[in-house]
């Protein structure tokens, strides 16, 4: 009996980076799979229960030289021979990243060892990591088929980004929110958004007075988090059950990372986006564009939103809900629900060295 495909998944960091591999993963169950990441970052909680960690130690470059572009120069190369003494040991058939400081050592030690390499890119603005890296790798699995045109010479296929089984069906959700009424969420990411926080809790209110549950994800870091009181509305700093907070929600207030955009449009929900300012080069902005132009959110910029001006477009929508029924409609439009099959398709295709099907030229 032959011996089982065996697949390196190097994601590391935030949400958007976990989620996508995780769904990548969930596919694969015939693939023994190996995790690559680092430590105290967010797959030390949600990797280990399920999948073998190995964990180097890899930061990201500064813009301007320093002695600790010395150091993380150093933290590169021992990190990439770390990951090829993995993919020997492990006798690796193909390495999957989706980009991120974690990418570098998993594609160098790939091309070293001459294995397949492939990365996700789910913004619609390609990373560093990705635009330097894609050259040394077989495939480039896109969020956005836009994407395309930032990637010249490179192999790429749109697979848009994977979500977790969990979305797949009907997702229970243990909060006393009667059935008639609206329900906002309010998500910043993986780790939350203070400022965001603050603008939704200066405009609660008068949703509350409308009759709306508010469900707040806060994040870790919010020293006001606990601030707002009222019997509709639910402060929690992270849930494990946004598939089930999505599918209840009739509008959701959020950041725009592609992963986020992703649940948004499979779970067919209108959205405020606010793309998070210092997003490297400003990709939640263009990821959120789409959203925008196909009708499905409207987005403001951070530095030009008042709460008083979210209070109104939200109060706006809890009045006349039949806007929120037409957004949610579009939003639906924009979901890809077989992206997880097309990009484990595309990983088997790579390890048997068959032509990857659905290039984007």
């Known amino acids: 009996m032959a011996s089982s495909t065996r697949l390196l998944i190097a994601a590391s960091g935030t949400g958007g980076h976990l989620f996508p591999a995780i769904a990548l993963a969930q596919q694969l169950t015939d693939y023994d799979i190996e995790w690559l990441g680092t430590a105290n970052r967010l797959e030390t909680s949600l990797v280990p229960n399920d999948y073998p960690l190995n964990t180097i130690s890899v930061e990201g470059f500064q813009q301007k030289f320093s002695l600790k572009t010395l150091k993380i120069t150093s933290g590169l190369i021992t990190s990439v021979f770390q990951t090829q003494k993995l993919i020997k040991e492990h006798q690796i058939d193909a390495v999957f990243t989706t980009g991120g400081y974690i990418a570098a050592p998993a594609i160098l030690a790939a091309r070293l060892q001459k294995k397949p390499a492939i990365i996700h890119e789910s913004n619609y603005i390609p990373g560093k990591v990705t635009r330097f890296l894609s050259r040394w790798c077989d495939a480039v699995a896109l969020g956005f088929a836009g994407t395309a045109r930032y990637l010249p010479n490179t192999k790429t296929v749109h697979v848009s980004t994977p979500v977790r089984s969990q979305f797949l069906t009907p997702q229970p959700l ?145 009045r006349s809900p039949e806007q929120l029924q037409d957004m949610a409609k579009k939003a639906s439009t924009l979901a890809v629900t077989d992206s997880a099959e097309r990009l484990a398709e595309l990983v088997r295709s790579l390890i048997n060295k068959e032509s990857p099907r659905l290039y984007v030229e």
């Open 174 to 318: 243990d909060l006393n929110i009667p059935k008639e009424a609206v329900m906002i969420l309010i998500v910043g990411g993986s780790q939350g958004a203070v400022a965001v926080n603050k603008l939704v809790r200066e405009a609660a209110e008068a949703w509350l007075d409308l009759g709306a549950y508010i469900v707040h994800l806060t994040g870790n870091n919010d020293p006001d988090a606990d601030s707002l009181k009222h019997p509709n509305y639910i402060s929690l700093p992270f849930s494990d059950n946004m598939a089930g907070l999505l599918q209840r929600a009739d509008l959701a207030v959020s950041r725009a990372g592609a992963g986020t955009l992703t649940e948004l449009a499979f779970t067919s929900t209108p959205a405020v986006l606010i793309p998070y300012p210092y997003a490297a080069e400003d990709h939640q902005t263009y990821n959120a564009k789409e959203f925008d132009d196909a009708g499905a959110a409207v987005v403001y910029q951070q530095s030009d939103l008042t709460a008083e001006i979210l209070q109104e477009r939200v109060s706006q929508w809890l």
